[in-house]
């Protein structure tokens, strides 16, 4: 079992930052990877980013160059520095851990608005 809280949502202006953080109760350097996802209001699940155990990260065209995903040296703590929002960028953010190809875990999610 895997539980995961993210934190650092909350409301931004349009061209400002926002650093979401994901901690893991378990080193998540073991995991096989870990991702972030958002979803707005109807809208489908959408993926963000994406690190791998081995620390290669990739991302959807929508974010690139904007959103950076990273995670701690002590293992514990995933997070998505975003900058640049847009107010399509609203949503709620949750964090993803693929535990192997069959065992997946979420958060609860964390409210990102972009709004002036």
């Known amino acids: 079992q895997v539980q995961l809280v993210e934190s650092g949502g909350g409301l931004v202006q349009p061209g400002g930052s926002l650093r979401l953080s994901c901690t893991a109760s378990?080193?998540?350097?073991?995991?096989?990877?870990m991702a972030w996802f958002r979803q707005a209001p109807g809208k489908q699940r959408e993926w963000v980013a994406r690190?791998?155990?081995?620390?290669?990260?990739d991302y959807a065209d929508s974010v690139t160059g904007r959103f950076t995903i990273s995670r701690d040296r002590a293992g514990q703590t995933m997070f998505l520095q975003m900058n640049n929002l847009e107010p399509e960028d609203t949503a709620v953010y949750s964090c993803?851990?693929?535990?192997?190809?069959?065992?997946?875990?979420w958060g609860q999610g964390t409210q990102v608005t972009v709004s002036s």
């Open positions: 993803n851990a693929q535990i192997t190809s069959a065992v997946t875990y």
């Open positions: 690190i791998t155990a081995g620390g290669s990260t």
């Open positions: 378990r080193n998540i350097f073991s995991f096989k990877s």
